[in-house]
């Protein structure tokens, strides 16, 4: 009998990609979900789409834990997530661990009526709640995009203060909350080592790059419309992200905490170590 897979749900994407990598290197079975089955070498690759069940079944087979991403751009994904959860606790599923945020509490906006859900669905689970992701700065987030094409960084962040995670760190908890016994039974906030501004990041992508670069600081007001006609973000969703930086700006996100260092037995890396390894050249 083959023993039970990992369901990754966003097997291709930031944390997905780095945590079905960290499990099968570590010898666990995995099964990559992804929209477009995307081949995964080590894995079972199937579809998966939150918007369409006629695959979830075969997505859960033999599953007895998974690795949640909500969909992407979705302002209120429970009623989408909370069926799905339903049918995998009922397909044998033990274990989930969901992918947060440090800005949603549980029973908040967004992701966080799933997260106040989650503990009476499963018996084992995990919800990460990370800070902001370093690759914003450094894959295909509209942020690294403007840095990139356009040595600019526009936020409503003003001077406050973020504790931003490497994308990498967050599947090394990822695999900790999944594989780990106890399973966590908690929400974990993951940061950084340090708390750095925009004006702060914008330095040290320059440092880094050698490319002039600068954060352009907006209103809630310009980089909601920023979002919306630059970005081509849907307006709902636009607002939230905008009132989330206006909610940096007032200090909501600067802090620090030891959780990446408690569950994995190293110190988080730094945004320079994240800006080196991914900005320049081999």
Known sequence: MK??????IGATGTTGSRTAARLLAAGHPVTAASRGATPVPGARAVRFDWYDPAGHADALTAADRVYLVPPVGEPDPAPVMLPFLEQARAAGVRRAVLLSSSAVPAGGPAVG???????GLFDEWAVLRPS???????GAHAHAVSLRED????????SGRVGFVDADDIAAVAVAALTGEPAPCTDLVLTGPESLSYDDIAGIYAEVTGRAVVHR?????QMREHLIHAAGIPAEF????????????DGAEDRVTG???RLTGRPPHTFRDVATRELTPP
């Open 3 to 8: 023993p039970a897979a990992t369901l990754v």
């Open 113 to 119: 009526a799933v997260h106040e859900a989650l503990p």
């Open 132 to 138: 902001w992701f370093m690759q914003n700065f450094t």
């Open 151 to 158: 040595g600019v960084v526009p936020t409503a962040t003003g």
């Open 217 to 221: 600081r907006l209103t809630y007001e």
């Open 238 to 249: 636009a607002a939230m992200l905008a009132a989330m930086d206006r909610d940096i700006a």
């Open 259 to 261: 959780t990446v260092h």
